[in-house]
């Protein structure tokens, strides 16, 4: 009878620890999640106008809507262009500080520096390097190869890769931290046996670090994916979209026709097709790492 009291308590006990973090994750992450997807099937509610349930209607101008096209493809070709490299970055600069290295402190920092400082920040000291005439890029690319000054950001053809690099520059030290912390923790006594049994460098990386590192890889890219969907502040500074769109990515565009053009109805519209998007990629990644990962 008292065991049976005691685990009572206990069960309520638990809850009550768990309901300050249950309320916020209801308000702020399920609830605005379910009122977006019905609100998808409304239209938008003008001044005394009331929405209306319009069925399908606002999926049907999605997929008719070249703009979400573009920008789809612009968010696709940002991934595939930031994750690869600020993840294949942060392992190799968390392998070089994880050795015996004159002023490792200092240069763990140096790394880890960019991650710290605002977004906005960032966005306009990078603005400063991409200055065409006078800024660091064209400086260095003058100075070395004799090219003509050139506006980055203003080209269609480079805009959306300008941002990349300023995304790969700041997310890789952010990574590596993750990759140090999981280097530190591989016992030391793996390395020496294969060390003892006559293995190279390249073949203790391959075959020990890399797959202990895998469960840190999948943690990772997972937040990669989710990074290079929800990138906005860069683009508000550096390009605001433009031009025509060339470096517009999926939330940007959310944010215009919700806020700025003031469709709601079709901005809840696109963030499903948003959510439904990161699911699938993180239910794929989970399911590819699957066989990969060793937790032990």
Request: proline share 5%; aromatic share 18%; charged share 15%.
């Amino acid at each position: 009878m008292k065991r049976g009291i005691a685990l009572k308590r206990d069960w309520i006990h638990g809850w009550l620890l768990l309901l300050p973090a249950m309320v916020f994750l209801f308000a702020f992450t399920h609830i605005p999640a379910v009122t977006t997807f019905l609100n998808s099937f409304f239209s938008t509610p003008r001044g005394r106008r009331p929405a209306k349930f319009i069925g399908l209607s606002n999926y049907e101008r999605m997929l008719d809507d070249p703009v979400f096209w573009k920008v789809l493809w612009n968010n696709v070709w940002f991934a595939f262009g930031t994750i690869p490299v600020s993840v294949g970055l942060a392992i190799v600069m968390a392998l070089w500080v994880n050795d015996r290295l004159v002023g490792r402190s200092f240069v763990r920092m140096a790394y880890f520096t960019p991650t710290v400082l605002p977004l906005i920040a960032v966005a306009n000291i990078w603005m400063f390097f991409y200055t065409p005439g006078f800024g660091l890029v064209d400086q260095i690319t003058g100075a070395l190869f004799g090219w003509p000054a050139s506006n980055y950001l203003g080209n269609p053809d480079t805009a959306l890769n300008a941002i990349i690099v300023v995304t790969v520059w700041k997310e890789a030290g952010f990574f590596m931290i993750f990759y140090l912390a999981a280097l530190q923790a591989i016992p030391v006594t793996l390395k020496e046996a294969a060390q003892i049994e006559g293995a190279g460098r390249w073949t203790i990386f391959w075959r020990i670090t890399f797959p202990l590192l895998m469960p840190t890889t999948l943690f990772v890219c997972v937040n990669a994916v989710i990074n290079s969907f929800r990138l906005v502040d860069h683009i508000f500074i550096l390009t605001d979209g433009g031009p025509d769109n060339a470096s517009a990515l999926l939330l940007f565009y959310i944010y215009e026709v919700a806020f700025r053009f003031w469709e709601t109805a079709y901005g809840a519209t696109l963030t499903v097709a948003l959510l439904v998007l990161l699911s699938l990629l993180a239910i794929g990644q989970f399911f590819f790492f699957d066989r990969k990962v060793h937790y032990k």
